[in-house]
């Protein structure tokens, strides 16, 4: 889905009062009082339930880089959790203050769709199973379990282990979900780099060069999955107006230095 403002294309797969243009940073957090209790990091996993909102603690942002005093003046957005546990992307399911809201996150929820119905749904008896290692009550436990899905392959090979015979051919070495998944992984396994200079700040304040490679790990972690990419993967025809074709046609993207 994508809409016109100013004259420009902008592409959005959420709702449209989550859709905001966040590229350039300056948006600063904003905590939202939570209603109704104080399970900050539960929601019901199953395909049925509907909607989580969760602030959370005062650490640093995770799979972002940290949004500091300079922005004092910068508009406020709130920050909360939004979603069904085995849907959410990673970076909604670690501890701490939620990260902005990316379009990559939603193209990470659609991966996690195509593997539950690839995994989870029989054709025959027209009924959903379950995922059992992502039903928790906890996110943070969901997000454990999904991580090791990305970055194990047999922890993959069991999630997808009782998939119907029709869907098999997708989920074994070569298939299409198994290509979709590599760059979530590759996303996730930056977050370890990206989490081990944030952990610095436990000692100490971190400097200027430190946030510099933060900011260069999360900028590497955008491009490595983008709607292009998610799409030529699929081998799918991008829904994108002929305005925004005319303007990609030619350009090549700055795929930038690895971190």
Aim: contains cysteine; negative net charge.
């Amino acid at each position: 889905m994508w809409y016109m403002k100013d004259e420009k294309v902008l592409g959005v797969l959420c709702d449209w009062d989550l859709a905001a243009d966040y590229s350039n940073g300056d948006v600063r957090a904003a905590h939202v009082p939570h209603e109704g209790g104080t399970d900050r990091d539960k929601s019901k996993s199953g395909p049925g339930s509907r909607r989580t909102d969760e602030p959370d603690g005062q650490s640093p942002e995770q799979g972002g880089t940290s949004q500091r005093a300079s922005q004092s003046e910068a508009p406020v957005q709130a920050r909360y959790r939004t979603g069904t546990g085995p849907f959410m992307a990673m970076d909604l399911l670690r501890p701490g203050l939620p990260p902005l809201h990316k379009y990559r996150h939603d193209l990470e929820s659609f991966f996690y769709l195509y593997i539950y119905a690839a995994a989870a749904y029989n054709p025959v008896q027209k009924v959903f199973g379950n995922i059992l290692q992502w039903q928790h009550e906890s996110l943070i436990s969901v997000g454990h379990n999904k991580r090791q899905f990305l970055v194990d392959e047999e922890e993959f090979q069991s999630v997808v282990a009782r998939a119907h015979e029709d869907f098999k051919p997708l989920v074994l070495q070569g298939g299409l979900l198994v290509r979709l998944s590599l760059p979530f992984s590759q996303v996730e396994e930056r977050f370890a780099r990206f989490e081990s200079i944030q952990r610095m700040e436990g000692m100490a304040p971190l400097n200027e060069d430190q946030l510099s490679r933060m900011a260069k790990i999360e900028k590497k972690r955008d491009k490595l999955i983008t709607y292009s990419k998610f799409m030529g993967i699929l081998q799918a025809p991008e829904d994108m107006p002929k305005e925004a074709q005319k303007g990609q046609s030619g350009a090549k993207e700055d795929e930038g230095q690895d971190i």
